[in-house]
């Protein structure tokens, strides 16, 4: 019982300090979720990390890449599987009636980008961007920013406040090139310019203890009446616009349920959070929903009011939900490893990091170089990046784990690796990855290798 009371805590630390026995638990359920995850745990424990699918390019990819002396560490993105990922996105989207608002974070490739948007115009209409430098440049002077507006995509949603004099030039510049942006804020503080207001929908069992709450920690709007405050501020604000609203469910949309990381009774107890969260926010955004729905649905200068919701962890329910207007997601169209383990998941693998083996330091080790490709969030394995294409039992040594430079990796019995070998990973995310490549090569069966810059090879880091 040690080990099952072990699961329960993991879960309550990674609640912020969530008591998942409280009374009002018990009440949704968490009784039956308990029931289960003894059940679940006294009858097998997953196998923690096991190994993960590899995108189908890498073997004729990596040999292009020896055959064109391409220097390692390099990205590889499948195309294929790319662009039957963005087909796959479209598709749910379409049946739900929404349209994607494309999370540029995510992928950090501008050819890959504007690839994602013309196979999928009607689908992909809009951009999500981290800075209001980022999404001047990517509009306004990058290498695909005329593929942009003629693929008609003149809407933009910096996605974190802004408080910096520049970053308010790089919007005057955008919207004197005849772009519509939006900016996020969350408190007066942050009114500005048009505004979309970003709304808590974390997860709080008890409302009136504020200690009980499931999910990131970002804005202090968590009721219809703080919202509906705010935005009454900006209306009789001079020179604002609302122009609508966020809710973002990082606690469903960034934890798998299936994670190959953690065990069955671990899965399960955030399967059963994220059951109880689902019912809530449908009710939250229904109320939110009918905050919009007695206003114009075009500002008063002709922008559309928009109601901005999910994730690619959340997609499928959040296409679902009638309130929201549009979904956000990225990071399934290359499908680092982390979204394996989600139970419902549209993607397939598309991207892989190829390294080389630099050192033999006996019969079963070898060393590559680089590796340290981790992801960010709370540290932990399902962060790190995973070998692909090697028999089971090949793992990183626990003692060094993956290094910047260098990473050593110990062999199953019978298999052997040579200096100048090649060994493929597979990133947990993939957008801030990228910042580590200045190209990336595309690979498609059949054809040769395309090298493509990042941001990176671009000579551009926004944060």
């Known amino acids: 019982m040690e080990a099952l009371l072990g699961e329960v805590l993991a879960v309550g630390e990674w609640m912020d300090g969530v008591d ?35 995108p189908r390019a890498i073997d004729a990819a990596g040999a292009a890449l020896e055959s064109m002396g391409a220097t390692t560490p390099a990205a590889v993105v499948d195309v294929t599987a790319f662009d039957a990922n963005v087909a796959s996105y479209a598709s749910a989207a379409s049946r739900g009636n929404k349209t994607i608002r494309l999370a540029t974070k995510s992928l ?7 690839r994602a948007i013309e196979l999928a115009p009607t689908a992909f209409t809009s951009l999500m961007c981290f800075s209001a430098s980022e999404a001047a440049w990517l509009l306004l ?33 955008l919207v004197g ?11 007066l503080a942050h009114l500005v310019v048009p505004v979309v207001v970003d709304v808590d929908v974390a997860l709080r069992p008890l409302e009136a203890a504020a200690w009980l709450h ?30 609508g609203l966020m809710a973002y469910e990082a606690h469903v949309a960034g934890v798998p349920d299936a994670s190959p990381f953690a065990s069955r009774a671990y899965n399960m107890l955030v399967a059963g959070m994220q059951a109880v969260a689902r019912w809530k926010l449908a009710s939250a955004r ?26 690619t962890g959340s997609f499928c329910s959040a296409v679902a939900d009638l309130a929201a207007t549009e979904v956000t997601m990225g990071s399934g169209l290359l499908c680092g490893h982390l979204f394996d383990g989600y139970a419902a998941r549209l993607c397939s693998p598309a991207v892989a990091i190829a390294l080389r083996v630099t050192r033999t330091p006996d019969e079963r080790h070898v060393v590559v170089q680089s590796g340290g490709f981790v992801a960010s969030g709370a540290i932990g394995e399902d962060k790190a990046p995973v070998l692909v294409g090697l028999p089971p039992g090949a793992a990183v040594t626990p003692a060094e784990g993956w290094g910047e430079v260098q990473t050593p990796i110990a062999l199953p019995a019978g298999v052997s690796l040579r200096i100048g070998d090649m060994v493929w990973v597979r990133p947990a995310k ?34």
């Open 286 to 311: 229904a109320e939110l929903g009918e905050l919009l729905a007695v206003r114009p649905r075009m500002s008063a200068s002709g922008i559309p009011l928009i109601f901005n919701t999910g994730g």
């Open 20 to 54: 998942l026995l409280s009374t009002r638990w018990l009440a949704l359920g968490g009784a039956a979720v308990v029931l289960m995850v003894a059940w679940s745990w006294a009858a097998a424990r997953s196998s923690r990390g096991r190994g993960a699918a590899a």
């Open 141 to 173: 002077d990058s290498p695909v920013a005329s593929r942009l507006a003629d693929l008609g995509v003149n809407d933009v949603l910096v996605a974190y406040p802004i408080s910096l004099v520049s970053d308010m030039r790089h919007v005057v510049r």
């Open 108 to 114: 950090r490739v501008p050819g890959l980008i504007a």
């Open 214 to 243: 499931v999910g990131v920690r970002r804005s202090p709007l968590r009721s219809v009446a703080d919202v509906a405050r705010v935005v009454a501020a900006i209306d009789a604000a001079r020179g604002l616009e609302f122009t």
């Open 177 to 187: 090139a005849g772009r519509i942006v939006r900016l996020m804020v969350d408190s």
């Open 430 to 463: 993939s957008g801030e990855i990228m910042e580590r490549f200045s190209v990336v090569y595309l690979a498609e069966f059949g054809a040769d290798l395309v090298a493509v810059p990042s941001y990176r090879g671009l000579g551009k880091a926004f944060f």
